[in-house]
T-cell receptor
Framework: RKEVEQDPGPFNVPEGATVAFNCTYSNSASQSFFWYRQDCRKEPKLLMS???SGNEDGRFTAQLNRASQYISLLIRDSKLSDSATYLC?????????FGAGTILRVKS | NAGVMQNPRHLVRRRGQEARLRCSPM?????VYWYRQLPEEGLKFMVY????????ESGMPKERFSAEFPKEGPSILRIQQVVRGDSAAYFC????????????FGPGTRLTVL
């Protein structure tokens, strides 16, 4: 089993839609969780950290479910500019371990 | 405040040549991480360094790959005798302190091995 698993997608959604991604992990010792956004042929950029209490930043909401070992990202009112690959990452010792990414395509 | 800088941005090598990738961390950051991203795959950790020390190289292939972060100058990822399978994007990240909470990525070096 991979340490971090994501549905690769692509998720094709119309503008204004709400879309959610999940990411499951196998190492229960991980303490820090993140969502990164990666545009085509660019570097990953931190979108938000994920906390047990959940956190929200504008149209984006992230949740952590330790019992079921997954994190989620909810995007409301999708914009064309949200089209990207979304990587979940988690701390594992000294490094970040990433999923392979979920592709989101928002269409007008 | 300049971000993480990597050069070259694109590097083409023939099989058997050496590739040297450079990473200058953000100002004030003394922790550097190297990741590799193969086409259609996620980022894979390679090595974590602090100034003059390799802290964790568990993700780096045992042969042909080496990394350093000298007291002065950028961190270097060196790949000797490159093979086609080394073609990938190599990203460097830096953080002010150890741990995963505040890693910022550079723009990456795209290595193509002919």
């Amino acid at each position: 089993r991979k340490e971090v698993e994501q549905d690769p997608g692509p998720f094709n959604v119309p503008e204004g839609a709400t879309v959610a991604f999940n990411c499951t992990y196998s190492n229960s010792a991980s303490q820090s969780f993140f969502w990164y956004r990666q545009d085509c042929r660019k570097e990953p950029k931190l979108l938000m950290s994920v906390y047990s209490s959940g956190n929200e930043d504008g149209r984006f909401t992230a949740q952590l479910n330790r019992a079921s070992q997954y994190i989620s990202l909810l995007i409301r009112d999708s914009k064309l500019s949200d089209s990207a690959t979304y990587l979940c990452g988690m701390e594992y010792g000294n490094k970040l371990v990433f999923g392979a990414g979920t592709i989101l395509r928002v269409k007008s | 405040n300049a971000g993480v800088m990597q050069n070259p941005r694109h590097l083409v090598r023939r099989r058997g040549q050496e590739a040297r990738l450079r990473c200058s961390p953000m100002k004030g950051h003394s922790h550097v991480y190297w990741y590799r991203q193969l086409p259609e795959e996620g980022l894979k950790f390679m090595v974590y360094l602090q100034k003059e020390n390799i802290i964790d190289e568990s993700g780096m292939p045992k042969e042909r790959f080496s990394a350093e972060f000298p007291k002065e100058g950028p961190s270097i990822l060196r790949i000797q005798q490159v093979v086609r399978g080394d073609s990938a994007a190599y990203f460097c990240a830096s953080s002010p302190a150890g741990g995963a909470d505040t890693q910022y990525f550079g723009p990456g070096t795209r290595l193509t091995v002919l």
